[in-house]
């Protein structure tokens, strides 16, 4: 049977893996699921509809699945769905969605540091950090491998491309293009994520040829990202590489436009 405190307060439509471990004076509202193996250390408010996988932990004052801060809200049944193994620490905060059609999707091996916060309709991946006070609005969604640094705050429907960085304090009002560091008020793409992607495995050649294509499209804001675009492309070298079609493929696909 599951671990539970006394003082713990569960209601009776959720449902806990045999060994998950729940601490003194955690609320778990209704219709929540957690995985095998999370736990739950002290004073933890889980809200649902909601479901965790495997291996998630969560610190105290932690607030996951509470309904969206939408005001469109009209009180329906909204969702939350969580993958494995990560980490929710102090007073961080994950909203639900604001429509029973949409849902708030956070995937695996991420790291949500004191006081961050995710949206309604959010769409992390996986190995994400949020750092201490990183606040990200409804409806962005978030790639594989970012880092957002504490303080910043990023906009709604803000797309952030898998091994960017995002700086600390920074504002983030347009999409931030993958493998790049953003930073600044307004944020800008101030260089490739080299140590990041480094550290990660990508290849050397790769990271090469994004630095050659940061500097066509990014580097210089007198010319138009177009004309670095078609220059990048034309290059025999890099033009085919696979990460810097990622890149292009990112900008070609963006919405609300992206920061240089």
């Keep these: 049977m599951a671990e539970i405190h006394p003082s713990a307060v569960i209601d009776p ?14 609320v778990i509202g209704p219709h929540v699921k957690l995985g095998p193996g999370c736990v ?12 965790f996988g495997k291996g998630n932990e969560f610190f ?11 005001l ?6 909204t969702w939350l769905e969580v993958g494995d193994y990560n980490v929710f ?11 029973p059609e949409t849902k708030t999707i956070i995937g695996s091996y991420n790291n949500f540091l004191i ?26 969604h978030i ?55 480094q550290r990660r495995g990508v290849a050397e050649e790769d990271v090469r040829a994004l630095k050659f294509a940061y500097r066509k499209i990014f580097l210089d804001k007198k010319v138009s990202a177009q004309i670095g675009i078609d220059a990048v492309l034309a290059d025999e070298k890099y033009g085919s590489n696979p ?14 436009g992206y920061i240089r």
């Design 143 to 197: 790639g594989d491998w970012v880092i957002v640094s504490g303080f910043a705050a990023l906009h709604q429907f803000v797309r952030v491309g898998d091994h960017a960085m995002i700086g600390g304090c920074a504002r983030v009002a347009q999409d931030v293009p993958p493998f790049m560091i953003a930073e600044g008020f307004p944020a800008a793409v101030r260089a490739v994520n080299s140590i990041g992607l």
């Design 115 to 140: 006081n961050s916060h995710a949206g309604h309709e959010c769409e992390v991946g996986n190995y994400c950090i949020f750092s201490g006070y990183a606040g990200v609005a409804g409806h962005c």
């Design 60 to 70: 105290p004052f932690a607030v996951v699945g509470s309904k969206t801060q939408d």
């Design 13 to 26: 439509t959720a449902e806990l893996a045999d060994d998950v471990k729940v601490g003194p004076f955690c």
């Design 40 to 51: 739950l250390h002290s004073h933890v408010f889980i809200d649902g509809p909601s479901t």
């Design 243 to 256: 990460q810097v079609l990622k890149l292009l493929e990112f900008l070609k696909t963006s919405e609300r």
């Design 72 to 77: 469109k809200y009209k009180g329906e049944p």
């Design 89 to 99: 620490r102090e007073n961080c905060n994950i909203n639900r969605s604001t429509t």
